[in-house]
């Protein structure tokens, strides 16, 4: 009888995944497996999942939507799948990288406390966009983190009303893949809060890349300047973002490994 398939369960702000470690990707991954493990309803229940490779003698986090469908990376993700690395003993404490389908991220990891990495560029596209949700529609920012953003302010989040169902962006000529949709409250100066609906996940407690975008947009909209530090706060806690003079990202906050689930089942069917 063959082992069972052990997947950690984990989360950054509240934002949850399943993760496999299987460095040599000997197992096959179908995105109907990962829509059934992710499933609230019927399966272990999380936003994404992160199967840990190692590729070229590098970790890479192989990520995937809670639907199944590929992702480039996921801020709150990274941070998780480092936390497992050192927790489990692959990988010192310290500085190390990981690599992703938006390129290597370095990250800052401790035994405890924060977890810090560098997201990159943040790019305002220089375009405004429109979000309509439950009737109302609000421009906004065409921000990318290496993944697609539409940022958008509200005076206050109780007005979005449910994410249920993706809010419509236009144009949508600008997210042929789809967009993460960002809902943001300025409470004062560096500090606001959001609500976030991820394409392919829906809406969730916590967006790493999404509190990257909304920082920017922020800084746009409050005629600020580089370098700037914003403390953002989704649903499920606190992340601070430092964007620096060049508009390059470092996102700051917790990860924490909860739990053990065998998914052999999921990659049966």
């Known amino acids: 009888?063959?082992?069972?398939?052990?997947?950690?369960?984990?989360?950054?702000?509240?934002?949850?995944?399943?993760?496999?470690?299987?460095?040599?990707e000997s197992i096959e991954i179908l995105?109907?497996?990962?829509?059934?493990?992710?499933?609230?309803?019927?399966?272990?229940?999380?936003?994404?999942?992160?199967?840990?490779?190692?590729?070229?003698?590098?970790?890479?986090?192989?990520?995937?939507?809670?639907?199944?469908?590929?992702?480039?990376?996921?801020?709150?993700?990274?941070?998780v799948m480092a936390k497992y690395l050192i927790t489990h003993g692959h990988q010192p404490e310290g500085i190390f990288a990981i690599d992703t389908r938006d390129g290597m991220k370095h990250l800052r990891v401790p035994l405890e406390g924060?977890?810090?990495?560098?997201?990159?560029?943040?790019?305002?596209?220089m375009e405004e966009i429109e979000t309509t949700n439950n009737s109302r529609t609000w421009s906004g920012y065409n921000i990318s983190v290496g993944n697609p953003h539409a940022v958008v302010f509200v005076d206050s989040l109780d007005d979005v009303g449910s994410l249920e169902n993706a809010p419509l962006v236009t144009p949508t000529s600008s997210?042929?893949?789809?967009?993460?949709?960002?809902?943001?409250?300025?409470?004062?100066?560096?500090?606001?809060?959001?609500?976030?609906?991820?394409?392919?996940?829906?809406?969730?407690?916590?967006?790493?890349?999404?509190?990257?975008?909304?920082?920017?947009?922020a800084i746009l909209k409050s005629n600020g300047s580089l370098p700037a530090r914003w403390t953002i706060y989704p649903p499920g806690g606190r992340l601070i973002v430092d964007i620096d003079?060049?508009?390059?990202?470092?996102?700051?906050?917790p990860a924490v490994i909860v739990s053990e689930h065998d998914i052999t089942k999921y990659l049966t069917q």
């Open 245 to 253: 003079g060049h508009s390059n990202a470092t996102l700051i906050g």
């Open 175 to 217: 997210y042929p893949e789809g967009v993460n949709v960002e809902f943001v409250e300025i409470l004062k100066s560096g500090e606001a809060k959001m609500r976030v609906h991820e394409r392919g996940s829906g809406e969730t407690r916590s967006c790493g890349t999404g509190t990257c975008a909304v920082a920017l947009a």
């Open 31 to 79: 995105p109907h497996q990962v829509a059934a493990m992710c499933s609230r309803s019927s399966g272990i229940g999380a936003d994404g999942f992160i199967r840990i490779a190692r590729r070229e003698d590098r970790w890479f986090m192989d990520y995937h939507n809670a639907d199944g469908t590929i992702a480039e990376m996921c801020g709150n993700g990274i941070r």
């Open 114 to 125: 924060d977890i810090s990495v560098n997201m990159g560029k943040v790019t305002d596209e």
């Open 1 to 24: 009888m063959s082992a069972p398939i052990i997947a950690s369960y984990g989360h950054g702000t509240e934002n949850d995944f399943l993760i496999l470690f299987n460095p040599d």
